[in-house]
């Protein structure tokens, strides 16, 4: 089975930085897409960032600017970089990753536990 282990997550004051760290670990063969997508209390879980294989990213509109992701494809991590933080960014951060794996004739979609992020003063 494929495991995604997320860290980096706690509290920090509004203006603040964090950085979170993914890694993928178990039977794989091949990540493709990875990326970060959050979700707050009342609401929907949504995209933060995505990172092809090939390093093409995309951001949600509310952090464009302030987060960075990143990836290291021979560790088989993805990384976000917060900066700037503001109280709307609290949320549970999942990483999530398409992994094929030995023997699969298909690409699987996993996802990390969460961690939580708190902004406040």
């Known amino acids: 089975q494929v495991q995604l282990v997320e860290s980096g997550g706690g509290l920090v004051q509004p203006g603040g930085s964090l950085r979170l760290s993914c890694v993928a670990s178990g039977s794989i063969s091949v990540i493709s897409a990875m990326g970060w997508y959050r979700q707050a209390p009342a609401k929907q879980r949504e995209l933060v960032a995505t990172i092809t294989g090939a390093g093409r990213t995309n951001y949600g509109d509310s952090v464009k600017g302030r987060f960075t992701i990143s990836r290291d494809n021979t560790k088989n991590t993805v990384s976000l970089q917060m900066n700037s933080l503001k109280p709307e960014d609290m949320a549970v951060y999942y990483c999530?990753?398409?992994?094929?794996?030995?023997?699969?004739?298909?690409?699987?979609?996993?996802w990390g536990q969460g961690t939580q992020v708190t902004v406040s003063s």
């Open positions: 999530n990753a398409a992994i094929e794996s030995p023997g699969s004739s298909w690409t699987n979609v996993y």
